[in-house]
């Protein structure tokens, strides 16, 4: 719905182009009448409403706006009715019988001490990760769960309970229909009925108010409304799309020799290496709770289960993030990813159909999200990154990019030059990362010995695999590339990337899109 800028009671080549723009797209435009009335003019048609399904259209039509403006206000009602989701089955920790005394008790009993007199940095974390999975698999067991209903997160702890008081008058007046009986029933029935479609208003509400549009389509998409995911079909080789994802087109030997050389002989930007630092407890629980993801990694310790426990393994965990920083050890169980492939057409038949969504451990992500508070200041203070480069960075975005680009290209206007423009976009940017050369690039900005070697072993010996309909793949060795999904992954691809616009003019990047310009007189 809007103002198109084009009069369609005209029959002039700007109507007609957007006629055709509009059949082309299997739109279609709602009748309307004229909705512009601008004095001593003719009325004109600018107002439009466009849809994808005309049958889901409950009303529209217009209203005059004579007293502040020249435009009809036009309106439209639209069905957005949430498919019916298919169940599945899943598993899942159950909390029926959880006995919280019971439960803590056994945390309280736990011999933390044993992962201190572990020998390694993955001994001590498969001691804790072990402490930790048993003590859940006798509380709060995986159990097959059968989701027959999409998420309903308004459902509160009142609404559940009155619920269960309308089932039980429900069964009641089953067993006994008497009128007093089907009357206490109706008036609970109507009451949860209430109670929910309040409940489920203001959320959607709340949710919707002062969002972005990017988060407002990602709420409407768990609602089921709008573009659904399709399931990955049953005949595809998970194997061979795993190494499809994993597959990186080598860079040539001579180059790279080059390259590194390049960069090794390049002054280094600091005078004083940069070193990670040990943490806090405070710390680590301030990283832990601004993580929001409660998606389980290849260990199964998830976001919730840790927040569960996290007054307790504080300690605990604080010693294993320190213990990985001052030994330069990234836990090799942590270095495991599932995939998750989703489809990016309707009907994919292509491995190339299909984007990769990495799923790391939740405690992985943690570590690295103390590592990039660590570098992201190291890198802000010394001013390394290009100011050019708007993507992944605080106070940076789309619109810092744009407005930089556009403010040249009117520059150049100004001085009666003309701007041509290059814009690029690196194929499969994270995954074609080379390890050898990203860590030459970490050495040239100021990071010391012993911190490269900790992002060496973060980098190398990744596995990664596939993850559909409860199926596993096989796993396969990612020989480059940075972690899908990773917290520190945007800022090493900055860097890896940082080094090109030194070569170059006008620029700007945002992540892995650079728009390349030069301005030349028209003679």
């Known amino acids: 719905m809007g103002d198109f800028n084009t009069c369609l009671l005209k029959n002039d080549s700007r109507a007609k182009r957007l006629t ?3 059949s082309s797209s299997n739109l279609t435009l709602l009748p309307s009448n004229a909705t512009h009335f601008f004095p001593n003019c003719s009325p004109s048609k600018l107002d439009l409403m466009l849809v994808s399904s005309s049958e889901l259209v409950d009303t529209h039509g217009q209203y005059p706006a ?5 435009h009809d206000l036009v309106y439209l009602s639209y069905r957005m009715r949430p498919p019916k989701a298919k169940p599945t089955i899943t598993m899942r920790r159950s909390f029926k019988n959880f006995d919280n005394d019971s ?3 056994d945390l309280n009993n736990i011999d933390w001490g044993t992962i201190q007199s572990a020998p390694n940095m993955d001994d001590k974390l498969n001691v804790f990760n072990s402490l930790l999975t048993e003590l859940f698999d006798k509380h709060a067991p995986l159990r097959p769960v059968k989701l027959k209903h999409l998420p309903a997160p308004w459902l509160t702890q009142d609404i559940k309970s009155l619920m269960l008081k309308r089932n039980a008058a429900k069964s009641k007046f089953k067993l006994i229909p008497s009128e007093n009986n089907h009357n206490k029933y109706k008036k609970l029935r109507n009451l949860c009925s209430r109670a ?4 489920q208003s203001n959320f959607i ?6 969002n972005s549009p990017a988060r407002i389509w990602r709420f409407l998409e768990s609602l089921g409304i709008g573009r659904q995911r399709s399931n990955l079909s049953s005949s595809i080789d998970l194997d061979a799309l795993n190494n499809h994802f994993a597959k990186v087109k ?5 180059v790279k020799l080059d390259t590194l050389k390049h960069i090794r002989a390049a002054p280094l930007k600091v005078n004083t290496p940069f070193e990670l630092q040990p943490v806090t407890s405070e710390d680590v629980r301030k990283h832990i709770l601004s993580i929001k993801s409660d998606a389980s990694g290849s260990d199964g310790i998830n976001r919730k289960l840790v927040l569960l426990v996290l007054d307790h393994i504080i300690p605990v965990l604080t010693y294993i993030f320190n213990f990985s920083l001052s030994s330069n050890t990234f836990p090799n169980a942590w270095q495991h990813a599932h995939v998750i492939p989703i489809p990016k057409i309707n009907n994919p038949s292509l491995f190339s159909h299909y984007r990769p969504i990495s799923i790391l451990p939740f405690l992985s992500k943690v570590l690295e999200r103390i590592v990039f508070t660590q570098l992201n200041v190291f890198l802000l203070k010394n001013r390394i990154l290009s100011p050019y480069q708007s993507g992944f960075r605080t106070g940076h975005s789309t619109v810092t990019a744009l407005v930089k680009v556009c403010d040249d290209i009117r520059f150049n206007m100004d001085n009666k030059l003309l701007t041509i423009a290059v814009l690029l976009d690196f194929s499969n940017a994270f995954n074609s990362v080379d390890h050898d050369i990203l860590l030459a690039l970490l050495r040239s900005i100021g990071l010391s010995a012993n911190t490269i070697s900790r992002f060496s072993s973060y980098l190398r010996n990744r596995q990664q695999r596939i993850v559909a309909n409860d199926t596993l793949s096989s796993y396969v060795h990612l020989s480059s590339g940075v972690p899908q999904g990773g917290v520190l992954s945007p800022l090493l691809f900055s860097i890896f990337i940082d080094s090109i616009p030194p070569l170059l003019s006008s620029y700007h990047l945002y992540a892995d899109d650079l728009q390349l310009y030069v301005s030349t007189s028209y003679q």
């Open 205 to 210: 509400d709340n949710s919707i108010k002062n």
């Open 196 to 199: 929910c479609r309040d409940a």
């Open 20 to 22: 055709n723009i509009i």
């Open 66 to 70: 004579e007293a502040f403006s020249y």
């Open 250 to 254: 080598s860079l040539d030997n001579r």
């Open 103 to 105: 439960f803590l008790e």
